[in-house]
Each structure stands twice: as structure tokens, then as C-alpha cells.
């Protein structure tokens, strides 16, 4: 039951795991992660999520093995996303990230439908953090669709999972 308190919130935090894309799944004639790596580093749009509009101008490759971990960078928003890709026989998979190079008006819009929530809004206090969520990952908890996770560190750890378009909170997760 502890590790059940522990999981829940971390999963929620926005940095998730374990994803199934089939969108950016890629078949590479090639098992080196080495070339995987200057695959990425070469076209980081084909195997990245830049926030919509936007794109990545700094971007590093880092490989153990055959795990590869990216990290993202957009010099006009705040903010880094990391992902965590694995070469499995020449499939690159993304296994987790965390999407947090977002617009200021993006988060502040976020974190204020999530405050139109009644349990949010009473239990809310610390920092704030807003990070996006895919539609693969999303479609397990509510549509396939980007939504926004917006989580409170303080006393609580108290998490939004939020639909922009519709201005409504999906889910409320509290650990």
C-alpha cells in the first residue's frame, strides 16, 4: 500500500513512463545507438515533441548502452524536456519524458482551471509545476489527447490533469 502512495503521485507529476508511441516508434535498418543518437541530434522534430509552434534549438544526446537520454531546449520558452528513448534491436522506443518548455500563458491557463476544482483549490499550496501530457499517455486516463498536468508540491502533493480546450480538470489525483 506505501509504494501504491509513492507511485501515484509521481506518475501524476507529468514525468511519465513506459510509453507506448506508435507515432514516433521508429524502425532503423541499424542497431547502433550511436547512429540512433545522430539520427535525433540530425532531426530532432521526427523523434521529439516540441510544444506546438515551437521547435528545439538546443538539443543533447547522451547514450548508455542502449538506453538514450535527450534533453530539449527552446531558447524562446522557459524550461527543459527530457526524454528517455531505448534501441531495441534497432527499434527506437520512447520509454518515458517530462514536457515542461511550455508558454507562460500555456501554464498560467492550466493552473487556473485547475484552481476552478474544488478539491485543488482547497488543498493547493507550494510550488507549482506544468507539464504536458501526450495523447498516448493521456488516452489512459481520459482521451487520446494533450492535456496538462498541473501539480502542487507543498504539505501535499495535489496533481490536475487538465483539458485546455475543454477548460476542465479530468482527473485530481492528492498523496
Known sequence: MRWAILLIPLLFLGCIQNVTTEEKTKNITSNSTAEL???ILRNPDEYLYPFDGFSYDNVSVKVEGSYIYVTAKCSELEGEDTYL???DNGTLILKSYCLEVLPESVKLE?????MSNETIAKNANGFVTVR???PQTSAKFYKPKELF?????GSKIVSALVDL???TVVKVWMG
Open 37 to 39: 543518437k545522430s539520427l
Open 85 to 87: 528513448f531505448v534501441n
Open 110 to 114: 492550466a493552473v487556473s482551471i485547475a
Open 132 to 134: 504536458r501530457i501526450l
Open 149 to 153: 498536468s498541473v501539480t502542487w508540491h
Open 165 to 167: 480546450d475543454e477548460k
